[in-house]
C-alpha cells in the first residue's frame, strides 16, 4: 500500500501580473523523500518551494500538509523551514544565537534549547564553535549553520532552496555528501531546488524536471537519464546526441530505422508505425567507437572523422564529424593498460551502439 503523501499540490498556480510562473502543477511529496526539483531559471522551482512555505499566496489551487489545506496558514505556522541560496544568518549573532532564535521565538525552555542547538550542531559537525561570528565562518561553515538553524526546529518539511550555489566545485561535492547524510540521519523530508543536473542525480531519490511553471517528467535519476520522456528532459538532464531518423519496419516490440541511410534494429516502446518520423537518442557514453582499420564491417554503423580528443583520467571525450556533417559527442571509458590513446585527430571511425541503449522519441 502506497504511503499517503506528506505534502499535496492539486492545480496550483501562480502569476506575477501578466506572467504564470507555475500552471496548474500537481505533485505529491511522500514522507521521508528527497526530491528535487530540477529546471532552468525562471522556471518556477523557486515559486513551488515559496508557496508550500507560505511566502507567496496561490492565485489558484489548493496545498495540503498531512492532509490538512494550508490556505491561509502564515509561514511560521506552517511545519516546514528553509534554507536559501544566501544563507540569511543572523550577521550580529553567534552561531549558538542563530540555530536558538526559532526555538526563542517559541518560546521554548532555556535548558531544552541549549541540549537541541548542540544536538543541531552535532548532526551538522560543527560543535565547538558556537561563539563564532557568522563573518568568521567559512562559506561552508555558514551553510552548516544555515542547515542547523532550520533542522533544530525538527521541521516535516526542509525546503531548500539552491544552497549549494554559492560554493566552490570541492566544497560542493562535500556539501552533497553531507546534506545525504543529515537527509538519512533525520528520516525528514526534503524538498531541494537547483539549477544543477549533477547535483540532482547524485543526491535524488526523485526528480521532478520543470520547464515553463509546470511538470515535464518526475521519476528516480535513473529513469530521468536513461528514460527521458521528451526532447527537453533529454537536452536538459546530461549531454545527448540526437538523430534524426524514419521507422523502415516494425516487429515485436522492435523497429528498424533509417539515419542516413543505414538501417538500425531499435525498440519500439512507443510503438512507432512504419514511416514515423523518429528521433534516436544516444547518451555519450552509450555509443561504441571503432577506428577504421579495427572495423569488422558486419554491423550497421555511422562512418566519420574524430575532430577532438580531450583526455580526462578514467574518459577520453571524442567530438565527432560524421561524413554527412552532423557533430556528435562520445565518450569513452580508457583502458588503464594501453600505453596510449588508441584515437587520434583526423582519425576515420565507425560508431554504433548496442540494441536498448538508444531512446526513441
Known amino acids: 500500500m502506497e504511503k ?47 508557496l508550500i512555505a507560505g511566502f507567496e499566496t496561490l492565485t489558484q489551487g489548493e496545498i495540503f500538509m498531512n492532509g490538512s489545506r494550508l490556505d491561509g496558514i502564515p509561514p511560521n505556522k506552517r511545519n516546514v523551514n ?12 553567534t552561531v549558538f544565537e542563530n ?35 557568522p563573518h568568521q565562518l567559512s562559506g561552508g561553515q555558514q551553510q552548516r549553520v544555515a542547515m542547523a538553524r532550520a533542522i533544530v526546529n525538527k521541521p516535516l518539511v526542509l525546503l531548500l532552496d539552491e544552497p549549494l550555489s554559492a560554493l566552490d566545485y570541492r566544497l560542493r561535492q562535500e556539501m552533497e555528501i553531507e546534506l545525504k547524510r543529515v537527509h538519512r540521519q533525520l528520516g525528514i523530508t526534503f524538498v531541494f531546488v537547483t539549477h544543477d543536473q549533477e547535483e540532482a542525480i547524485s543526491m535524488s531519490d526523485r526528480i521532478a524536471v520543470m520547464n515553463q511553471g509546470a511538470i515535464e517528467q518526475i521519476g528516480t535519476p535513473i529513469q530521468i537519464y536513461e528514460e527521458p520522456k521528451n526532447m527537453f528532459v533529454a537536452k536538459f538532464v546530461g549531454e545527448i546526441n540526437v538523430f534524426d531518423a524514419f521507422v523502415r519496419e516494425v516487429g515485436n516490440g522492435s523497429a528498424v530505422v533509417d539515419i542516413h541511410g543505414r538501417l538500425f534494429p531499435v525498440q519500439n516502446r512507443s510503438r512507432f508505425g ?42 577520453v571525450d571524442l567530438i565527432i564529424s560524421l561524413d554527412e556533417g552532423e557533430s556528435i559527442f562520445v565518450t569513452q571509458f580508457f583502458n588503464e593498460d594501453q600505453e596510449n590513446i588508441i584515437y587520434r585527430e583526423g582519425q576515420r571511425v565507425h560508431v554504433n551502439w548496442l540494441y536498448g541503449w538508444e531512446v526513441v522519441l
Open 4 to 50: 499517503a503523501p506528506i505534502v499535496r499540490l492539486k492545480g496550483v498556480t501562480k502569476r506575477f501580473d501578466d506572467v504564470t510562473a507555475v500552471d496548474s502543477l500537481n505533485l505529491d511529496i511522500y514522507p521521508g523523500e528527497f526530491l528535487t526539483l530540477l529546471g532552468p531559471s525562471g522556471c518556477g522551482k523557486t515559486t513551488v518551494l515559496r
Open 82 to 93: 528553509t534554507v536559501f541560496q544566501s544563507y540569511a544568518l543572523f550577521p550580529h549573532m
Open 99 to 133: 540555530i536558538a532564535f526559532g526555538l526563542r521565538m517559541k518560546q521554548t525552555d532555556a535548558s531544552a534549547i541549549g541540549r537541541q542547538v548542540r544536538e543541531a550542531l552535532d548532526i551538522v559537525k560543527m560543535s565547538g564553535l558556537e561563539s563564532r561570528m
Open 274 to 315: 512504419p514511416g514515423s518520423l523518429v528521433k534516436v537518442l544516444l547518451r555519450p557514453e552509450d555509443i561504441q567507437v571503432t577506428v577504421e582499420e579495427e572495423w569488422s564491417g558486419s554491423d550497421p554503423s555511422l562512418t566519420g572523422r574524430v575532430d577532438e580528443v580531450i583526455y580526462k583520467g578514467k574518459t
